[in-house]
């Protein structure tokens, strides 16, 4: 598991839990439930945040490994192929 991907989980995790402290606080006041409900959002949205950056990470890899193979093709030409000078 990535560090983004474990930074995720664990957004989603306190997520969860802000939540359900949220939603047990409803019966004495409906405004006791707005800091559990504003911190849950604040994590989900730090959550999507490092799933953004992982997806960019793993992108920007795939671009620069299909840049080296077309490289290396190009760079290291077919030994059969030698020219005769």
Do not use: I, Y
């Not at 560090?3 to 802000?18: D, F, N």
């Not at 849950?40 to 080296?68: K, V």
């Amino acid at each position: 598991m990535t560090p983004a991907r474990r930074t995720a989980a664990a957004c989603h995790l306190g997520a969860g839990v802000s939540t359900l402290s949220a939603v047990a606080s409803l019966p004495w006041h409906p405004w006791l439930a707005v800091p559990g409900l504003a911190g849950a959002a604040f994590l989900l949205w730090a959550a999507a945040s490092a799933r953004g950056a992982e997806q960019r990470r793993r992108a920007q890899h795939d671009h620069l490994t299909h840049a080296a193979a077309s490289d290396a093709a190009l760079l290291n030409p077919d030994p059969d192929h030698r020219s005769a000078a």
